[in-house]
């Protein structure tokens, strides 16, 4: 097999992985976006048939009994009884889904680690060595149909003997076997550690709370969190859960990154795609900070060889930046770009970062003549979330992208357009 065909076949199982990975994680988001509606809502519906009951059997025990005894159970009576009950009755439902599907999420980075490594010990068997063989009988020989399948036996055999170990095992031996060194700067350790945790307390200590937990929490502040006490029900809120995805989906991001330059380091295909569009995604998601950490990543650690890609991150930097206000931050970075050399496209871009509305609609205009940037790019780009809830930029955009303006874009709701007052003017920042 030429190098160049093994090389292809290379990325593509790569990229499978990849896209194995993103697919589990997107597809269990959705999941819980659409099914935690209707969970919630059958909880609310069975409260309230209970509390409908409760009040119905005092109604009823009220025209029976003396009027003393009835005097007693006035409304703040049954009120305060339904708010007892609804300690007592344990409806958990939405719970349940949360603690399922956060179970499953950290699953999914289990998912990853193996597909990396069973890639990583088929690409190079020589990693292997006498001793793995030692675990194997006779009875796993003549089980085995052909060397592949043996081969595959005993790179199973390793990869489950490492994953039945905890989740430090699990780092130490990437960075002491696969030689993958994952960074401590752009990843929130004492965070991840935590849902590891936490998974743990759900999995195999029926959701109570340990002084283990209790005590890694004190040990890691930062963490913050609700009050807890030993013994007490842990739970897995919506905030919670979405806290967690977008932190191991960070972690995975940047250990499929780590991976695929250190074994593929001779690749010259368009890698940074992998990059490129897990950054988008947090991007879209409004996940400020962890569009921040990946680009910093990205920038320190990865020789993008393409000039635009590389200047796709930097963009996305500085929009990372300036939606968690850092002003002089953002300054600073922005002053590295030369202006003159850049696409119309990014000019633009440079633009809207530092405010300057009036070189915005400059650039976008030379944008538009080379084809750089089109009315879909203006909807979808994170970079337009502010200005597109301003109708009169909006418009200026779209007259410049030769399109008119759609109410659909602030909501959904028409506006009536109002008279022009004499005397007054709006102006655009610039």
């Not at 993103?22 to 976006?33: A, G, R």
């Not at 922005?334 to 400059?362: G, T």
């Not at 955009?397 to 007052?421: E, H, V």
Request: overall charge positive; hydrophobic content about 35%; glycine content about 2%.
């Amino acid at each position: 097999m030429s190098k160049t065909k093994e090389l292809k076949e290379d990325k593509s199982v790569f990229f499978k992985i990849n896209k194995s990975f993103d697919h589990n994680f997107m597809s269990l988001k959705v999941f819980v976006k659409h099914l935690s509606p209707v969970v919630a809502k059958r909880d609310k519906k069975i409260r309230t048939d209970i509390q409908k009951a409760v009040e119905s059997a005092f109604k009823r025990i009220k025209k029976i009994t003396s009027k003393k005894v009835s005097a007693k159970l006035d409304k703040n009576f049954i009120a305060n009884l339904l708010t007892q009950l609804d300690k007592e009755i344990n409806v958990q439902n939405t719970q349940l889904l949360y603690n399922s599907s956060f179970t499953m999420l950290v699953s999914y980075v289990d998912y990853l680690v193996y597909d990396l490594m069973h890639y990583y010990y088929e690409k190079f068997p020589q990693a292997f060595g006498s001793k793995q063989l030692n675990a194997l009988t006779l009875e796993d020989l003549l089980l085995c149909g052909s060397m592949k399948e043996l081969i595959d036996n005993v790179i199973n055999m390793e990869i489950d003997s490492i994953l039945n170990k905890n989740f430090d095992s699990h780092i130490k031996y990437l960075n002491d076997n696969l030689k993958i060194s994952l960074p401590q700067e752009y990843i929130n350790w004492p965070k991840v550690k935590e849902v590891i945790e936490r998974r743990h307390l759900i999995v195999h200590n029926s959701c109570k709370v340990t002084d283990r937990y209790l005590n890694y929490l004190k040990q890691n502040k930062t963490i913050g969190g609700e009050q807890l006490k030993r013994g007490d029900d842990i739970k897995i809120t919506r905030e919670y859960f979405n806290q967690s995805f977008e932190e191991l989906y960070l972690l995975c991001s940047i250990l499929i990154q780590l991976c695929w330059r250190k074994w593929e380091s001779n690749s010259k295909t368009a890698d940074h795609v992998l990059t490129n569009e897990n950054i988008y995604f947090f991007l879209k998601q409004e996940n400020w900070s962890a569009a921040e950490r990946l680009c910093k990543f990205a920038s320190d650690n990865l020789n993008i060889a393409d000039e635009q890609s590389r200047n796709i991150v930097k963009i996305d930097y500085l929009l990372a930046l300036k939606f968690q206000k850092k002003i002089k931050e953002l300054s600073i970075e922005a002053k590295k770009f030369d202006a003159s050399s850049l696409k119309p496209v990014f000019q633009m871009a440079i633009a809207v970062l530092q405010d300057n509305h009036k070189l915005c609609f400059e650039k976008m205009k030379d944008a538009v003549a080379v084809s750089e940037i089109s009315k879909k790019e203006f909807d979808d780009w994170p970079l337009f979330n502010t200005l597109r809830k301003n109708r009169l930029f909006r418009s200026k955009a779209y007259s410049i992208l030769k399109l008119k303006i759609n109410d659909k874009a602030s909501g959904g709701k028409k506006t009536r357009r109002r008279p022009r007052r004499r005397g007054k003017r709006y102006h655009l920042k610039s």
